[in-house]
């Protein structure tokens, strides 16, 4: 297999917020950017440092302190949602809320209890206790712990630790005879997303899952290691759980009684099984797991029998597969679905070219009051971007582009308010939209990453050298070498996991940003209740300068790509990282019987069409000739939209980029050339030779999109 399919289980690098590990594919034939920048301290225009200057840590401190006391469980935080449109009108973004009928689901009952053998039973605590330093946790309206759309039922069976419950691991239990059928899953949180998990483990006939969190995924900041956890310490409190989505979220994202259109009133509403599961699930906490996993010491297949990587976690038990004999679970689930509203709030300054728009957007609902990693450390710093581009606007300032701000709801259950919106607006976006920018957890620790569609990677990898980290391990440094030293200076690519997923899919360049914690950070507890503001403003961004640094970042990059006289597209940048997907699907394949001549020659095809687009873009800039300027634009506007493939990936059909999709058993990373690579992965030839043709055709497409 290729390096890109294997995960960095330690580096928890969170860039989206259904992300828990950052799993980006590093393909191998990747050139690090490694010199350090020459230029320092970097020279800013005097627009940039207006804008720069405007960020003020201590304002952002401020949102976040609001954010983080608010009710923003999806479809329950309008007061947020007004609260935010006001904040961007009065700083001059003309702002309103954009509601939308979705189906969602509420936790009505959730517990657990395990039986032993000697036939004693006891409950397994599934909530999160609250904390008497942190007030946010003991709240009578505090939300509790549950799966968004997970399946109501009540279960009672004995269970097996099926590990992080890939597919790959549960080809390896089939093979070593390891009683599926019948049995609840004991899962580990990690490496895909967690509906993925309920879905492998009820496509083994399993009729339950409880996933736990792993201090194994923590690096050396434990407990067991000595350090004293939240809110004493930097370690994770035992008892927290992560909470979030089991939507099959590789099948289709968005309100999934409402695929491919708008949930608007009225709309016809579709049957949800194919993409919501069928057996009941619940998420527990460390403690929680340790006395269900020791329970299956001496029972079913050894762990080095097993022998899948990072299958042992840290935990005090043998990580034995089980069945214990007489030793069951009882998961009762009882959810509430319905048809309710969430409002995404919609921003904009009209620009004085009406063909070009950008979107800039991040959500704001929250799966607990706090969530000020996810997404609140977005949310503040939009708020902070408003106001700095505000005071542009004040002197009178126009954009050339549209710019559209965008505060997503329900995202956490599936990026709804954000496809929702996409699909209402798919012509007007596919006539004007430049490119799409996220950020979600803006901050969970110091240091920077960066997923980006091709084209972007050199205007956002040249700003990030204008922009200072403060106190980096100790040093002021530019975030671009803060950047290199925590992610080896590679751009990852667009899996999905976030808002951006749509865009992309819709054939819109698009970019996601965020910062998070690695070896020797405080551990940042996702998805639970203890991602609050005291958490972040004790151990995850004392004093918000890295919200600060993020923010003027994000504010930059807007400007640029809303301003610049040509967009600030990179092409042959493009081509450069085709050919380096080819490469690695070239590896993928081995000698397997694929050809993949059609795709080399359309690539082929590609660079000379970069090649011609870059020097007429050089003629428009030497020329300033308003016509070829327009030209130049609107090529790069649009040639993205020619890698969309109508009909879709195989049996999913909302995803339709040729270039790039999370993988099907990933949910999160990105796979390039999926319909050839997962064709060859699934050993289905006739497939893979299908989408040799199917993807070069795309990038024909763009190719001719981009001719001259
Ligand atoms: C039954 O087994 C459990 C787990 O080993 C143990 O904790 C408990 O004390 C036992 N109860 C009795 C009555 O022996
Ligand atoms: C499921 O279990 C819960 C609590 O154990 C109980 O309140 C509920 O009535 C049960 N539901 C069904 C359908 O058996
Ligand atoms: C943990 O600490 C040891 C000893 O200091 C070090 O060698 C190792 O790299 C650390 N591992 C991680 C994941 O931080
Ligand atoms: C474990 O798996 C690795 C590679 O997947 C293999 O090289 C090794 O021989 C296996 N070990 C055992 C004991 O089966
Ligand atoms: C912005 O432009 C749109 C479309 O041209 C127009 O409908 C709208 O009234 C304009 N808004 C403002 C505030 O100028
Ligand atoms: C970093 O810069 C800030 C202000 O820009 C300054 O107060 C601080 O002393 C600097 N820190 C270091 C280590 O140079
Ligand atoms: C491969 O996929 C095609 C198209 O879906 C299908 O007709 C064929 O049966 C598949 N072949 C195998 C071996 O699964
Ligand atoms: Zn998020």
Known sequence: MASRLTFLFLASLALGCQKEFHSNPRHAHFKALTKRQNDWPPALTETETLLSNSFDANSIDDWAEYYGSQVKLAGLGKEAAEWTRDKWSSNGFTSSLNEYQVYLSYPKHQSLSVTYANGT???????????????????????????????????????????????????????????????????????IFRGLKVKNAQDHDMIGAIIFTDPGDDGNVTVANGYEHYPSGPARHPDAVQKGSVLFLSTYPGDPTTPGYPSVEGAPRADTSKVTPKIPSLPISYSAALPLLQALDGHGKT???????????????????????????????LMEGKITPIWNVIGYIN????????????????WMI????????????????????????AGGWKPRRNIVLASWDAEEYGLVGSTEWVEEHVNWLTETAVAYLNIDV????????????????????????????????????????AWVKSSGGEVGVLGSGSDFTSFLHSGISALDVGSGGGTGDPVWHYHSNYDSYNWMAKFGDPGFHV????????SLLAYHLADDEILPFDLPQYTKELKGYLEDLSELIGSEDVDTAELKSAI????????????????????GDEELVKVVNHKYRDFQRGFISQGGLPNREFYRHVVTAPGLDTGYA???????????????????????????????????????
């Open 442 to 481: 803006a901050v969970s620790g110091p240091r920077p990453s960066l997923d980006a569609t091709p084209e972007l990677h050199t205007i956002a990898t040249e700003l990030m050298k204008k922009v200072v980290h403060p106190n980096f391990g100790g040093f002021n440094i530019s975030l671009y070498d």
């Open 351 to 366: 620009g004085t070219n009406p063909d070009e728009t950008l979107v800039i957007g991040n959500h704001r609902d929250t």
């Open 670 to 708: 990105a796979i390039t050339f999926p319909g050839v690579s997962e064709g060859v992965q699934y050993g289905n030839l006739t497939i893979a030779q299908e989408w040799v043709s199917k993807t070069a055709k795309g990038i024909l497409r763009a190719a001719e999109i981009l001719k001259t």
């Open 121 to 191: 039973s006891s409950p397994i605590n599934v909530q999160e206790p609250a904390l008497a330093e942190d007030e946010v946790t003991g709240r009578p309206d505090s939300i509790p712990t549950f799966h968004g759309y997970s399946a109501s039922g009540n279960v009672s069976a004995e269970y097996v630790y099926v590990g992080r419950g890939t597919q790959a691991d549960f080809d390896r239990l089939v093979a070593l005879g390891v009683d599926l059928k019948g049995k609840i899953a004991l899962v580990k949180y990690g490496s």
């Open 547 to 554: 919200h600060a640094t993020m923010g003027k970042f994000l």
């Open 303 to 333: 762990a080095a029998e097993v022998n899948r990587t990072a299958w042992k976690g840290a935990l005090d038990a043998e990580y034995r597969t089980g069945p214990a004999p007489g030793v069951k679970l009882s998961l009762s689930n």
């Open 370 to 393: 706090g969530g000020t990693g996810d997404p609140n450390s977005g949310s503040a710093i939009l708020i902070e971007l408003s106001k700095a581009f505000g005071k542009l606007l």
């Open 604 to 623: 082929d095809v590609f660079e000379t069409r970069a090649k011609e687009v870059k020097a007429l873009e050089d003629q428009a800039k030497l020329s």
